[in-house]
């Protein structure tokens, strides 16, 4: 019922928003959160390993790298949930393969993001329903019933003036029927794009973005959510994260701006966190030992993140092998216990509690999380 | 007034016009990517008259992705009744073949992914150039050819036979189920289509149909696409099929593969080897047990019974009546079309003819809501814009969800208006962009248009339809932007 109110007057007040953050070139699972608790990762990495009392404590296990100590308000309010040994069934260890299967949600055409808000129930998407921060929509959200890429809020805008607005509307006042009911959604739509183009964005309980070109577009997320034009649906990339050569001053850069972002944007939008979740994901895990330039390889099982409402998340998921040889796969890699799919259904079950997860991932028997998946 | 007109116009060079660069209204010749297509002769033209949808204008809308600025004149000028003159102009888009299509043939041309042969070379290029060639070439011949109707049925053909191309391999062989499939038999017969894309590269990778193997008796057949055979492709999903249907239909079509040696990448090969052999039995028709390379025409056999049975001619004459009637097709004009169909075996044409000279087609106007491929080519179509169809256009059907070959199931795009109708606000972005000039690639001449239709209260109502409104000629006065306005009108969103 709620849902249907929100239909009718078009104004995305009572939608929920996703954001979902590909973190480029696959992130290494280990620097992100370092399984502190388990003396083998010392010993498979003697030069980059985090120390122990340095991680921000996650469990007795895992810890967030120290240079995501942003992050820690959203540890202990119970808002950050992380899980390590996740990935997708790909083993071809490609970039670009990786990428296109974890984004198609299987081997599928079209993207699970698309799919998800093409055929969740009461399936209206309002025109911008779903916005990809950037050049391109990524092909997580091919398929979507609408899908626009933008790099700035001028990207947005309309063009017709005042005067093409009045005109307009008064041609569209005696509509009925359903075309009535989504003209005038539509009108609300454009009046909220209107206005925020009218005024300047400041961010909201002094969350202080930084520079960065992350920052500044999880900054345009946060002022789309906040002005509720009606998205439900953000793609943001970090790019990156391919560390083969000196991995430390290669990604702890990217670690802080990711940490960083996050943290002002959970600030900025302070309460509207409830109506809102960040998703984390890379398309696979590095190798667990270090290679001789101080880098690391590609591998298989990585980290994701799932931000939300304070008290909302707060979770370690690892279903976690050990660092023994005889618990890594292929050339020495973290196998992938969790499916990342089983860490996006439950996510997209609260944001459209009808939706049928069998056709947004198509062919994949979901598990609960918690339970070994099967290592792929 | 119109001969006046015409007079001014040859006076003023049109004969130059029609070869060549003609006045300051004429494309710059740095700008124009299309080097050698003449610039076309663009004069004055007579809109329709009437007050609502004449008969002209009502099959311009249903045949065609919009009329362009002359068309609903040049139609009545076939014959002196407008009933002979609108059948006469049926007739002719029954037989593109017929229809000189040089003009958008030269604007496709420079697409050259999309003439690969044989199909292994297209591996040879970058998948998001061919998805990007296989996409412009689809709006441009949407927006540009004279073969309106074909293209018409090629978007229902692939809604109907949906590949989405970013399915593993479909990235390389979408291109060529378009132009050997879906091109090549859209106004054909419907088995010829229908065996094409049975045996389409891409259709056996869409639905798996090259993993279907049976090597051992206990293994299980893959039913993908057997399913979407019965269920979408022919019988429909009440067609009265069985899930023993389905399986049964699985086992005659294993075995099918593409080839992968170097002499036959992409070939569509039969091997007995992986095909089950034993007898079966399919919509209560014997298939017997075949030895060996026999065990191929089983494809020939399923093919048949499923493209003759009589659920097969309701479903296609209902998706058609629903495409060109109304989204609630009236079960009269169902019951003549699946008659025509059946009548002719499938033949495509004849099943049209028989659906537009129906009392229903025909007496019912105004009341589709165009999808939003068809509102782009029919804004750019009446307004006789010269477009590259490059990124900035093309992006529009991305925000409204109607990228073709981009629909995530194998049921197509939806044929009903209502998933659509949220996509009005880019439909006004659009349209008041096109009337500023603002989409780069893209561009009208404003004033020419209305100085060719006479003025402004005609070209309304070549826009239209119809004689505009009070209210919708003050509002398009008002907005400052006429064009603009009359293409977001609510009037525009329907055909």
Redesign the interface.
Known sequence: MKQAKAILHGNGDLRQTLVVVFLRGAADGLALMPAVGDDDYYRARPFTAVGKTAALKLDDRFGLNPLMNALEPAVKEGALTAVHCVGSGDTTRSHFEAQDLME?GG?????WL??FL??REQ??????SAVAIGQA?P?SL????????MQSLDDFS????D??V???E???AG?TG??GV??R??FN??GRIRELHAKDYSPANGADYGGDRFARELRLAAQLIKARVGVEAITVDLGGWDSHLTQGPLISPLMRRLANGLAAFRRDLGASMRQTTVVVMTEFGRRVSENSALGTDHGRGGAMFVLGGDGAEGRVIADWPGLKRDALVGPGDLPVTTDYRDVLIPVLRRHAPGADMA?VFPGHKAKPLGQAAESA | MMELNRRRFLQAGGAAAVFGAAGCDAPHKALWPYAGLPVEAKPPFAPPSGDSIDLTTHVLNRLTFGARPGEHERILRLAKREGDAVALFIEEQLAPEKINDDRAEFRVRIFETLNSRPIGEFYEFQPSLLREELTRATLTRAVYSERQLLEVMVRFWSDHFN??????E?KWLKPADDRDVIRLHAMGTFPKLLAASAKSQAMLT?LDGRENRVRKPEDRPNENYARELLELHTLGVHGGYTQQDVMEVARCLSGWRIGRGLFQSGNVQFEPGLHDGRAKTVLGQEIPARDGLDGRKDFDDILRIVAAHPSTARHIATKLCQRFIADEPPAAAIDTVAGAFTQTNGDIRETLRALFFTDEFRGTRGNK?KQPLHFLASALRATDAETDVGKPLV?YL????HMPF????PDGYPAH???W??????R??FA??LG?G?INGTRIQHKRLVARAGDLAKLAAHLLGRQPGD??LA??E????PI??LL???SF?WS
């Open positions: 198609h081997h599928t055409g079209g993207g698309g799919r093409r055929f399936a209206v998407a309002g025109a911008l929509v092909e091919r398929g979507a019933p609408a899908a626009t890429a309309f063009s017709g003036g005067k093409f009045q005109s307009l008064q041609l569209y509509q359903v075309f989504r003209s959604d539509t739509a454009l056709r | 590949i989405d191309i970013s399915k593993g479909c869409y809501f992006n991305l925000r409204m969800g981009e629909y995530p199931a208006a209502e998933p109708m949220s996509t009005l606000l880019w006004w972005n008041a962009k500023q603002q209210d919708e509002a398009a008002a907005s400052k932007n603009g306005l977001a009108s609510p969103q």
